[in-house]
């Protein structure tokens, strides 16, 4: 909802934000005209004729809309844990203990503003205060819903009041496997998201050191997970650090499932100390 629109965003493409008549444009390379011509030949709504858009009609289509701008209410109905579960967290070395110190609870059913949803596969609801992302990670289409917004910060309460070291990574499954592993993390809700200049005081007077630790999509051209990690280190003077190509793993929860829980807290330790010998010359300098 944006100044009183409904829009479409790619998080991993910035640039690909539509209203429904832009995304037509761009999914079919029409012009504007095209997509209206388009709309209302797939609706039946018989606003065209032989010779283009009956213009006199436009406005009933195109004309600005009241768009409700309630919170979008998600609830939920938990269940037990069961071995479907232990068999998809397990390997990501992280226990039934963290998912529940971080609130996630394996689900049945959804509700998105009263319209109910059942589960078709293994589905489970990240809590962040009365706040719910719902996560099916079998699913392609239905992978993910929530109500949250960017100032709910994946992890945050259960971070320590101080330390020296924090991770910001990508999401709340990075941070869990980061914490049982020993590394306080969090994550904001998207990694197109650029912290605000708040959130990053409030880190910084919580902890002497923050590392970006974004996805490294090495399949991907333009990598936007990297992308966006240099920018936010580069605007709030940051260390960097991302899974080296050769693992061919972009994130940290891959390398636990590829490479194991204990060689990969190995070598995130060995990058830390070397980063710490870097940052402490900066430092100095």
Request: net charge positive; hydrophobic share 35%.
């Amino acid at each position: 909802n944006y100044n009183g629109n409904l829009l479409y965003k790619d998080f991993g493409h910035p640039e690909h934000t539509f209203n429904c008549f832009g995304y037509v444009q761009f999914k079919y390379g029409l012009t504007f005209t095209g997509a209206l011509i388009q709309i209302s030949s797939d609706f039946n709504l018989k606003l065209a004729s032989s010779n283009g858009i009956m213009r006199s009609k436009i406005p009933t289509l195109y004309g600005k809309q009241d768009v409700d701008k309630k919170v979008t209410i998600i609830k939920i109905k938990s269940r037990n844990w069961n071995l479907d579960d232990a068999k998809f967290w397990k390997p990501y070395g992280i226990s039934k203990k963290i998912l529940r110190i971080f609130a996630v609870k394996p689900i049945t059913y959804y509700w998105i503003n009263e319209n109910r949803f059942k589960v078709k596969t293994p589905t489970y609801a990240f809590r962040f205060n009365n706040k719910y992302k719902i996560y099916a990670p079998y699913e392609k289409e239905t992978k993910w819903f929530s109500n949250t917004s960017k100032k709910d910060i994946q992890g945050l309460k259960q971070l320590p009041e101080e330390g020296n070291d924090i991770y910001i990574t990508s999401s709340l499954k990075d941070v869990m496997c980061l914490n049982a592993m020993g590394f306080p993390a969090i994550a904001f809700q998207s990694e197109m998201q650029m912290p605000s200049g708040s959130q990053m005081r409030m880190l910084q007077t919580r902890f002497k050191r923050i590392i970006v630790f974004y996805d490294n999509d090495f399949e991907s051209l333009d990598n936007p997970g990297q992308t966006m990690a240099k920018k936010i280190a580069d605007k709030f003077e940051l260390t960097n650090i991302c899974i080296p190509h050769d693992w061919n793993c972009k994130d940290i929860s891959d390398a636990i499932v590829v490479h194991g829980l204990n060689k990969t807290k190995l070598w995130l330790k060995n990058i830390d100390e070397n980063v710490k010998v870097k940052y402490i010359q900066n430092q100095q300098q």
